[in-house]
Nanobody, 120 residues
């Protein structure tokens, strides 16, 4: 089993910044990709950003130019630097990791989420 633990959420004013972190642990042989999703109240969960082992990154249009995803593969950690936050960014942010465990089974794991509130 693979566990993901997010941290770094909180309350920030519009225009402010936050940095989210997510650490993966457990039965991990490799991690193919790590990413971030978010779910605002009353809305479906949506894609935010992802980073693959090959160094490829992808972003939702709504966050391009404001959010940056990065990884520390040695620490099985993914970060999301969020700048110029706006009220529409208010959501619970979830970390996701996909890969293969030591029994060579595929996993697709999610964290418990961290709340981000952007408000004046």
């Amino acid at each position: 089993q693979v566990q993901l633990v997010e941290s770094g959420g909180g309350l920030v004013q519009p225009g402010g910044s936050l940095r989210l972190s997510c650490v993966a642990s457990g039965n991990i042989f490799n991690i193919n990709a790590m990413g971030w999703y978010r779910q605002a109240p009353g809305k479906q969960r949506e894609f935010v950003a992802t980073s693959t082992n090959g160094g490829h990154t992808n972003y939702a249009d709504a966050v391009k130019g404001r959010f940056t995803i990065s990884r520390d593969n040695a620490k099985n950690t993914v970060y999301l630097q969020m700048n110029n936050l706006q009220p529409d960014d208010t959501a619970v942010y979830y970390c996701n990791a996909v890969g293969v465990n030591y029994t060579l089974d595929y996993y697709d794991s999610w964290g418990q989420g961290t709340q981000v509130i952007v408000s004046s």
